[in-house]
T-cell receptor, first 112, second 115 residues
């Protein structure tokens, strides 16, 4: 079955700097890759997603890149702010709306 | 609020007791998912429904676990004879199934603690 690995497990950046989180997946049939942000005690919230027919997607300070050949995808957050501090999860899915396989998460700390 | 809602938010019970959780999905969503999340880990898939049909169950879902979605709207997840290892956050998510990938939206979860 699908396996998703996520790195790093923790990431500390200074406010205003960029943060990059990387994920690799094992099943070449995966074609949908969402990213979720989870604050302590709260629900995972979808922040951006990408489908296999595109290589990059941006939404304001957040961008995701996908390399299907290498089977990895990355989350980029620019101009980080203290409110970006949270746990970020990547996930992969086969087919439309099917089960998600999540990475183990990255704790992002933005220091002001 | 038209998001995914789960009830209860917290459940504390003694080992060996049965517990039942409820999930109400976003009203126009025909797919409903259950995941389990333990501390420091990502959510792990348990099972999902399309309308009232349960289409897939994870190996994580032992025979003590049962899920239903009788009318294709809300769903219940029951755990019988609870064990210490069942302590976790149980998350529900819903999405709309069509020909393309549609995002899954999560509820706040039910945190289960087994004494």
């Amino acid at each position: 079955g699908e396996n998703v690995e996520q790195h790093p497990s923790t990431l500390s950046v200074q406010e205003g700097d960029s943060a990059v989180i990387k994920c690799t997946y094992s099943d070449s049939a995966s074609n949908y890759f969402p990213w979720y942000k989870q604050e302590l005690g709260k629900r995972p919230q979808l922040i951006i997603d990408i489908r296999s027919n595109v290589g990059e997607k941006k939404d304001q300070r957040i961008a995701v890149t996908l390399n299907k050949t290498a089977k990895h995808f990355s989350l980029h957050i620019t101009e980080t702010q203290p409110e970006d501090s949270a746990v970020y999860f990547c996930a992969a899915s086969i087919e439309g709306g099917n089960k998600l396989v999540f990475g183990a998460g990255t704790i992002l700390r933005v220091k002001s | 609020d038209t998001g995914v809602s789960q009830d209860p938010r917290h459940k504390i019970t003694k080992r060996g007791q049965n517990v039942t959780f409820r999930c109400d999905p976003i009203s126009e969503h025909n797919r409903l998912y259950w995941y389990r999340q333990t501390l420091g880990q990502g959510p792990e898939f348990l099972t999902y429904f399309q309308n009232e049909a349960q289409l897939e169950k994870s190996r994580l879902l032992s025979d003590r676990f049962s899920a239903e979605r009788p009318k294709g709207s809300f769903s219940t997840l029951e755990i019988q004879r609870t064990e210490q290892g069942d302590s976790a956050m149980y998350l529900c998510a819903s999405s709309h199934r069509d020909d393309s990938n549609q995002p899954q939206h999560f509820g706040d979860g039910t945190r289960l603690s087994i004494l």
